[in-house]
Structures are given as C-alpha cells and as structure tokens.
C-alpha cells in the first residue's frame, strides 16, 4: 500500500460528487471522507512506530528537472494526516444541515482541498509540497467566497492574497534550496544534507517562516484570519481551523528548522517571543468580542501561538506537544465552530449578549457544549490538557518566564471560554432563547463522535503519541546536533 | 525553411481566393496551410541544422520550437476570427494575408543569424501589423491605434537600426557568429569598443519598444485597446512571444560573453516593466486594458529569463511564453463574446457570468489563474522557471521583486473571477459558437495539462 491511495481517492471523489445531483453529493462526499478514513486507518495499524519514512510512492514526474512525485509519511506527518481524515468526515456530516446551493461543487471542492492537504502532510519532494500547498488553497478560497457572509468578497481577497504572498516566498526558499544540492533535486532528505552558511539558512528561514507563520497565523501576521473566519461557511472555517492552518505547523517542523537550524537557533528568541505576544495579545482580544464566532476566532490564534511557541522551542516536549496538539485543537475548534454554527442557525445571530438560558431549553446540547468547552480549555482528562501541558514543559525548558507568560493562556481561556458559556447557556431564558430546540439527528452524530475523541484522547493521548514518538526524538536530536556544530564551527573560525 | 517559403506563398494564394469571392475557403485554406507549415518545421526537429542562405538564417531547434508555438497559437485566433472579419470588413481575404505576413516576419525573427534579417524580419512583422491596427477605417480608434503604433515603431525602428549599424561599425559583420567571435578576440579595451556597447544598448532601446516593455511601453495599451480584440489577441501573444525570441536569440548567440555590461540595464528595464505594468493594470476599470497593461508585465518576466541568461533561460521563455499566449487567447476568446453580447468591455459586463454559462466562465477563470501563476496551471511552470533561472543567478532581490508583483497581480485578475462567481450580472444567455468552444475548450485544457504534466512541454528546448 502506498500513500499515492491516500491522496488520489479524495481527488477521483471530488470528480464524482462533481458529478452527481444535490443530495445525491452529499452522501457520496460523506461515503468518500469515510471511506479515506478506513484508508488511514489501515495504515495506522500497519504503521511501524519508528522514526523511518513508510509508505513511500515515488514515481517520475520531471525527472530532468529533479521533480519527482515522492510522498510518503513518518510519525510526525502520520498525525497530521490522521487530522485530516478524521475531521473531514466531521465537517463534511456538520454541513449537512445548512441548505447549500450547488452541493455537489461544495463537496467536491472540500475534497479536493484535503487531497491538497494530504500531499502537504506527506510530501517528501520540495516541488510536490509547494504545489499541495497551493492546491489546498485555491479550492478554500471558493469555498469562502461562494459560500460565505455578508463581506466575503473583500475579505476573503485578502486572505487569499495574504496567504498566497507567503507560499510565493517559500517557493523561492524551495528553489534556492534545490539549486545548492549537488544533485539539483528537491529530495526533502538531501535538503536536511545541505551545509548553508548562516547567510543562506536565514534567508531560507524567512522565507519559509513567511509562509507558515501566515497560515498558522503567528502575530503579526494574524489580520486575515478573524474576519475570514467570521465571514466563511462554517464548514469553511472549520477546513481552515481543523486542518489547514497546521499546515503551517508540520512546515516548520519539518521543512523549516531542518533545512535552516543555525538560522532557527539565532533567531529562535524573536520567534517565541512573538508567539507568546500573540497568545497574550488574542486572548486579550478574545475578552472583548461579543460575537461567539470571533471570540472562538481569537481564542484559535491564542492556540496555536502556543503551539507555535513549543515548536520554537525545539525541545523533544514541545514538538511532540505540538504535533499532538495540533490534533487535539483540531478537534475541539471543529467542535466550537459546530457549536456557534447550531446557536446562530436557530437565533439568527450570533450576539453574546442577546443569549442565556439555552441550557434549560436544551440540556442534551449543553453538556455537548460543555464537553467541547473542557476540551477547548485543557482540563485534565480531556484531550487539550497533554498537549498543552506538554508544550508548556517544552516553552519551561527553553525560558521559563516565557513559559509563565505562554501559561496566562490557560487561565484566560478559562476565564473567556467560561464566561462566554455562562452568559450563552445558564441564567434565565429569554424571548430569543426560549424556543431554542435541542440536538437534532445528524448535529448528535457530529457531536457525539466530537465529545468522545475528546474524552478518548484526554484518558489515552499515548494511543497517538506512540506514533510520532520516535520520529520526533531522531528530528529534534538531528536538528539539535546540526546546531551545536555549526556553533562550534562558527568558533573554531 | 520551408516553413519560411509555405508561410509567404500562402497569403498571395489566399489573395487570388478572396479576388474570386471564395470567402468561404479562406479559413479552412489557412488553417490547413499553417498546420502544414508547422508539419515541415517539426520535420526539421533535431537535424543538425546548417546556416542557410549564406548565412542569413538558421532554423535550429530553438527556431523550430518557436515558430511551431507562434502558428499554434494563429492558428488559435483564426479560428476564433470565424465570423469576427466578415462583420468588420468585405475584404476578408486580405486579413488572412496581413497576418500571414506578419507570420512570416515572425518566422524570420526567431530563425534569422544576421542582424540584417532581423531587422527585416521586424520590419515585415510591423507593418503588417500597423495595417491590422487600423484595419477598422471608419473607426477613430482604430485609426489612432494605427497611427500611435506606426509613428513608435518607426521610431522604434530607428534605434534598432542604428544599433545594428553601430555593432556594424565595430566588428564589420552582421552575422551573430562573426560578432561573437569579434567579442572574444577583442579585449574590453579595444579601439571599437565604445562603438559596440553603445550599439548593444541601442538595440535594448529597440527590442524593448517591439516587445512594450517599461519606459518605452506607452504606445501597448492605447494600441491594444483601438485594436480589432482579435488582433490584439496576435499583437500581445504571438508578437511578443516573437520578440523575446528574436531578443533571447541575440543576447544568448552573441552577447552572453559581455553579459556583466548590458544585464544591470536590463535588469533596470526589468523591474521597471514589472512594476508599471502590474500597478496600472490594478486601475483598469475595461478588461482589455486591464490585459494590455498586464501584458506589459508578463514581458517583464520574459525580459527576467533574459536577465538571468544561462542554460535554462531558453526553457523558461519557451515556457512562460506559451503559457501566457494560450491563456491570453483564452481570456481574449471570452472577451470577444462578451463584447459582442453587451457592447463594452468593463469588468461588469463579467458579472454573474458562472451562472450564465459556466463553461465560459470557467476556461476564463483557468485563464485568470494560469495567468496570476498559481500552481497546477502552465503559468505557475512558466513563473517557477522564470524564477528558477534568476535564482541560479543569484539574483535573489530581483526574483522578490518579482514575487511582489506576482502578488500584485492578483488583484486584478480575481477582479473578474469574482465579477463571474460573487456578483450577480443580467440573464441573457450566451451563444458559443462551435469554433470557440474549441479553441476555448482546447486553450484550458492545454493549461492544466502543461500546469500537471510539464515535462510535455519543458523538453521541446
């Protein structure tokens, strides 16, 4: 078996439900992010938890130029793909209830972008990342735009715009890198070769740091990502959220700090700072929405800074830390999205402070709500907890006052998160609120499968963490050694 | 040659059927003519080819790669000018035969190995050309076209030739072998020196007029909005791909060994083309103004494989040059109906189009992408070797200028994409005819194939 199964079923899917009427689409998209979800996991149980490269596919696209269609995954990618194929199915079900006009393009553009995501997540050709990288992006940018609220149009230009300005320098980082191998190719393995001086590596970082801090998004680079939120569908958002922003995340673990790990070590320090300015800065921001779905918004790039801060932190910790929180945070923002989208179908807004008492009209969606929230705010026992506990001990083990700074993002979103649920859910009814109906049949399928990988993945994380374990250890001791040396060398000239 | 000889045989014998009143014939005649032309170039692929007619020309395989992409894409608008002529003029025939003739100009441009030839070439390419501009008599915009073209390629035309003279002076030869073997056995300080760089120069000035290249761009938009759509279609794909040709041909046969002198005045020409083009381009309210003005950057990236002169340049002009034509005459396709259904050309005219004819819309969106460069279109290939070759060079500060107008760019070419999907427009449907649902059909699909599989196209050069 390889990996090219995995990428082509959602792309040959994406041409069928293309084809098909309404509803018709529908279920095909559904049948088809099943039925990728049965691939990975077969997979996963033949997955050897090593530190190696399996799977493999690699067959000749532009042999004379060094391009070659070479993908195959490691434990670290094998996360990120299990992301991918699990929401999927989640987000494609979420939709079900939203009337869509021109369902079958709906559904064939969501899956063509997780075809595009899946070539980012197991790519091992510089040129086949680059141009997953872009193929996820377009179909997003329709999705948004056709789907989407009232400002759309503006707004998801300059997302699009955004994004694509950041991917453009990372291309030149990826043929800057494929000119200096002996071999000109765009083997991922003979970039980690590469021995770049200082100069090079940090015009390679920045390059590359562009392109993934825009997409996560890191601060400062964060404007497009409220309002885009806000106004996409919410399937859209949840595309955004769940999964392609960690695009950005595998980028830097595993195409960034190793092909440029002198520059990432001089510039580490700007990075984890901006990080934790960002978590700090989103949380902040987060106090004042009144609109559920852009604290939610906020509350993600509070997140994933701290994801951002662990990585950067390069220790064993932070990276598993991030790796498995990127999963965790996939799911509970896919939940929280799933949330505030059955809140405003049934209010027609999306106020905070027009809200209260739902629970009592709808107790079986609040204690859904309340799951999705403790996962969202890392209690112990559900899945956000060993993530981010994980990527705090790696942020200590870096700087300890960053640390305690990148913590505040716990309590914030405890005291945000909490707030919101208190002033959404408890307290009396009132006339907007009080013919709120409960959980429907597919919104209790959606959120069951949500509630439950939380509570899974809270009592066991190690049934994933054993994947990327021993890829993780061999990267972080790879990358570290790369370091010292070239620190060593620095001195001996 | 013979693709040469076929090429200027063929518009006298498209005048005698005109002469006749075989209106009828003129079309399938020409297309059948240029395929054949095209047939005899591909013949000659990799044959060793000899200098001909003492000299003057040399049909190699680089000759034969561009003259085979530049009867392509005629061939391409022909089919599109079906009805297009006959609502415009009677004399039909003489059409076909000014743009033949301008073919076979073209042809001598990307075949000649004498300066002379190249002048000539030129000079057959553009008047042919100044007649097609103002084809339309009775309209003032057309007859300005004409004459704004005319005047700046007379101009044009004298520097180019003064150049030529100059080098003339320098080594005594026209031949570009004699010239570069002139360069070599010279030493920077010779006696002639001055004479000949002066003359590269000059020559830059000329070449960088014929492709509408910054600052000697300002006759591109005017000309290309007075201009029959359809010949605009020609002037900004197979005469600019002719030109980069014509100019690549030169700098890599004769002046690659001096390249330190002239690539920091072309790289000047370069970013300054890139810059203007894309800038204005963002305030164009008509479409075909908002592609004359990009047309103008897309010669901006062609002069960037230049630029970077080296092994692969010549991959990537191909490349990028093919990419952009059939985009181009894609999107000029869609123009064409869209004028002819609401009279005007602004981006409203776009609006709601996904819904009216989501097969229109769609070949112009394949277009506006390829264009823009996104990947899984030829126009990203075109950009990534673009890129490629300047990067090889070393000319990092370059190729981010070169993304950021790339970013620029997208701008205006999503302005029409979300005039066709977001916005809603009148319901009027519109009438494909067959022709241009082939071209169009065949223009999107060669997009995404050379966008998937380029290796198709990248091993020609």
Redesign the interface.
Known sequence: MTVSILIFLPLVAAVIVYLLKNDAAKYAALFFAVAELVVAGVMITKFVPDSSVQFVTDAE?????GIYFTAGVNGISLIMVLLNVLLVPIIILSSFNRPQQNANIFYALILFMQAGMLVVFTALDGFLF??GW??AL?PIY?IC??WGGEN??RIT?KF??YT??GS??M??AI??L??QTPQRTYDINHFYDLHLSLKEQS?VFWAFFLAFAIKMPVFPFHTWQPDTYTEAPTAGTMMLSGIMLKMGVYGAIRWMIPVAPNAFDKYQYIIITLAVIGIIYASIIAFKQRDGKRLVAYSSIAHVGLIAAGIFAWTASGVQGALIQSLNHGINVVGMFFIWDIISRRLNTRDIGQMGGIASAAPKFAIAFLIVLLGTVALPLTNGFIGEFLLLNGVYEYNIFLSAAAGLTIIFGAVYMLRMYKNVMQGQTNELTVLFTDLTGNEKLVLCCISALIIFLGIYPQSVMHLSDAAVMDLVKTVNTKIVNGALEAITK | MNTLILISVLPILLLYLGLYKAKNALLPVTVIGLLAAAGLAIKEWNTFPAPVYSGMMLFNNYAIAFSVITIFCTVLILLLSKDYFEKISSNVAEYYAIILFALAGIIVMVSYNNLVMLFIGIEIMSVSLYILAGIRKRDIASNEASLKYFLMGAFSTGFLLFGITLIYGATSSFDLTVIRDWIITHPRDGEFVYLFYTGILLIIIGLSFKLGAAPFHFWTPDVYEGSPTLITAFMSTVVKTAGIAAFLRLFTVCFVTVSDYWVPVLTGITVITLFVGNITALYQHSFKRMLAYSSISHAGYLLFAVVSISSGSNSAVFTYATAYSIASIAAFGVLLLIQQNHGNDNFESFDGLGKRNPFLAAVLTIAM?SLAG???TAG?IGK?FV??AA??RMH?WM??LA?LN??IS??YY?KVI?AM??RVGNETEIEVPGYFSFVLGLSALLTLIIGV???FI??FI
């Open positions: 696209w532009m042999p004379k130029l680059y141009v872009e193929a377009i329709f735009a056709l759309r149009i230009l699009f715009i694509f300005a453009l320098f291309l030149l043929i800057y494929h000119l015009f | 992408l996104i990947p899984l990203f990534f890129f490629s990067l090889s990092v190729v981010v993304v790339a970013i997208i701008y999503f979300i999907y977001f599989y380029p290796g990248a091993s």
